[in-house]
């Protein structure tokens, strides 16, 4: 499970911050808001304002200052930040009042309140008649929704020491599970119980097809797995920034990791490596509120943050990347080998059923919740 998703299923709270992580070399502006003038004029030319939810703090500023900025250079309109801790609780309780406040928001399709508001139609449809070629062509199609589009995507993944394996590295869940051959302390989180469970099917000999969904039967076998190598995990950790700190200080051999995380630490020069064979992927959404004051302003917003050199301005400066593959071009051939959406990392990914996840059963519950009491059930023997 990502670290956005696992902050609201899991009984705890991830900080936003991970998503703050910067690289080593930041874009300058003038990178960001060149060859945008020309296309921001014809297409996207405006007056007046948008009003952009994002999450405060570094996030914020480096959205204003490599997104925002640049787009009111490009086309005339003005951005207005708002902030607040969860987008949907907001959404609802402005539509609740009859007021909508905000235009743009990024939201967590993971989270139920998501597809309430989606269900309830609280999104407008995206206006793709805006964007240019380089983005229309460079977003898949997955990633561009009715009423959404991808704003980022992170994932959790395998990460190890180099010192730890001198004579060969681990390559996939399986070798995780390897003590014999890969021996050293591990780690695993202890709230991110869908890919815990995930990982250890993979290990358990499970393809990426047939991981998804997590049936009573598949729960009972991952359990089982984990039943393994429960014995080596040596902290069950609980914050996003604990796995590479305990990989730096010896603690860890090997761990489970958001990759925004292991990312930032490679920058800055910490000997560990990141596994991408069984990652598992989570996406964010960008969405326009229904009712917002600057419609055609935002729809004007969304179109501008799709753009390669905008998108790629967005990846190298908070290390999760936006969907848009033409970005690739301008991003350091340094960079683009470790982020999940270079064409070699890709494959070897999986990304959630988020659907099956927010299903109800029988009993009211969803799958998620099903899934996350035997969870919990289990760490608790």
């Known amino acids: 499970m990502s670290e956005q998703m696992s902050r609201k299923l899991p009984c705890r709270r991830v900080s936003r ?15 960001v808001a060149k060859a945008t003038a020309a296309f921001g ?55 609740e009042a009859g007021r909508v406040d905000w235009d743009v928001a990024i939201v967590n399709p993971f989270f139920p309140a998501y ?15 805006l964007w240019d070629d380089e983005a229309l062509k ?12 991808v704003a980022f995507q ?19 869940w399986a070798d995780f599970w390897n003590i014999k051959d890969f021996p050293g302390p591990r780690g695993l989180s202890a709230n991110s119980f869908v890919a815990d469970l995930a990982f250890a099917l ?22 089982k797995k984990l039943d393994e190598i429960r014995p080596h995990i040596t902290k ?33 020069g910490a000997p560990i490596r990141m596994v991408w064979e069984g990652a598992t992927l989570a996406d964010n959404y960008w969405i326009i509120v229904q009712g917002g004051p600057n419609s055609a302003n935002a729809q004007k917003f969304i179109a501008f943050v799709n753009r390669a050199e905008t998108a790629a301005a967005f990846t190298r400066q908070t290390n999760f990347p936006s969907p848009n593959l033409n970005q690739l071009k301008y991003l350091p ?49």
Do not use: C
């Open 115 to 129: 597809l309430e508001l989606q269900q309830a139609g609280a999104f407008m449809p995206i206006d793709y008649s």
């Open 202 to 223: 993979m290990a358990d000999g499970f393809t990426h097809k047939g991981l998804w969904r997590l049936t009573d039967d598949k729960v009972d076998r991952a359990l």
């Open 41 to 95: 004029q014809e297409k996207l030319a405006g007056t007046g304002e948008v009003v952009v939810y994002s999450y405060g703090g570094s996030y914020t500023e480096n959205l204003r200052k490599y997104v925002s900025d640049p787009f009111t250079k490009a086309t005339g309109i003005r951005v207005v930040d708002a902030t607040a801790d969860n987008a949907e609780p907001q959404i609802k309780a402005m539509r």
């Open 333 to 381: 051939a340094d960079l683009v080998q470790l982020i999940s959406i270079s064409p070699d990392n890709a494959a070897k990914t999986v990304r959630y059923d988020v659907p099956w996840f927010l299903e109800k059963r029988p009993d009211g519950k969803t799958n998620a919740e099903h899934v996350q009491e035997r969870w919990l059930a289990w760490r608790a023997q």
């Open 154 to 172: 992170n994932a959790g993944l395998m990460v190890y020491a180099e010192r730890a394996f001198p004579k060969g590295a681990p390559k996939n």
């Open 236 to 268: 069950w950790w609980t914050a996003g920034g604990e796995p590479v700190q305990l990989l730096i200080s010896g603690e860890y051999a090997l761990t489970s990791v958001y990759d925004g995380r292991a990312l930032a630490a490679i920058q800055r």
């Open 138 to 149: 460079g977003v898949p199609e997955p990633a561009r929704l009715k009423d959404a589009v």
């Open 17 to 31: 911050r991970s998503v703050l992580q910067s690289s080593a070399a930041l874009l300058s502006v003038p990178f």
